[in-house]
T-cell receptor
């Protein structure tokens, strides 16, 4: 079945460590997104990418990094510079422009800093 | 810049009451609009979407939304809510261009009293 796979579902990190969250899609979508969800703040855009080897910062990119080496993969690294990394992270993909679609979401990764 | 405002943070209704959740957006061009729902412990699901055509769109589970371009609004409605509608609801906007991102509002938590 087509969809978006995020792994792991739960992740624990010690302070000062970088950690990478995986996101893979087999929907052949060009656009991919990373959001952070915190209670009362909705989904805030961290980074997005519309094409391989290109990505743009969202509203809260500080302390995060991404890569887009393949169309189907858009991993997010939470670096030690992110001051408050404990959150629920959602990856999404969509078709943009002509024939645009809604965003399709993965199941999310809950990151806890211990 | 794109932005979305959801003015109701928490709405409490009794079963069979009518529902209207507000959503206003800001974007200087043609938009695609969405409502997503997140039931407790579940991932985000699309309720309905507007791309073009009839500004009154119908979605799943008896929900509908009306796009009023002059008011930059896309309010969600349901004539009679059920206890199972308890969830968090997110409005989102995507500007209609190849460089657009999908921006979400802060969400409205809906609690239905049985």
């Amino acid at each position: 079945d087509g969809g978006i796979t995020q792994s792991p579902k739960y992740l624990f990190r010690k302070e000062g460590q970088n950690v990478t969250l995986s996101c893979e899609q087999n929907l052949n979508h060009d656009a991919m997104y990373w959001y952070r969800q915190d209670p009362g703040q909705g989904l805030r855009l961290i980074y997005y990418s519309q094409i391989v080897n290109d990505f743009q910062k969202g509203d809260i990119a500080e302390g995060y990094s991404v890569s887009r080496e393949k169309k189907e993969s858009f991993p997010l690294t939470v670096t030690s510079a992110q001051k408050n990394p404990t959150a629920f992270y959602l990856c999404a993909s969509s078709i943009q422009g002509h024939g645009a679609t809604e965003a399709f979401f993965g199941q999310g990764t809950r990151l806890t800093v211990v | 810049a794109q932005s979305v405002s959801q003015h109701n943070h928490h709405v409490i209704l009794s079963e069979a009451a009518s529902l209207e959740l507000g959503c206003n957006y800001s974007y200087g061009g043609t938009v695609n609009l969405f409502w997503y729902v997140q039931y407790p412990g579940q991932h985000l699901q699309l309720l309905l979407k507007y791309f073009s055509g009839d500004p009154l769109v119908k979605g799943i589970k008896g929900f509908e939304a009306e796009f009023i371009k002059s008011k930059f609004s896309f309010n969600l409605r349901k004539p009679s809510v059920q206890w199972s509608d308890t969830a968090e609801y997110f409005c989102a906007v995507m500007g209609y261009s190849s460089a657009s991102k999908i921006i979400f509002g802060s969400g409205t938590r809906l609690s239905i009293r049985p």
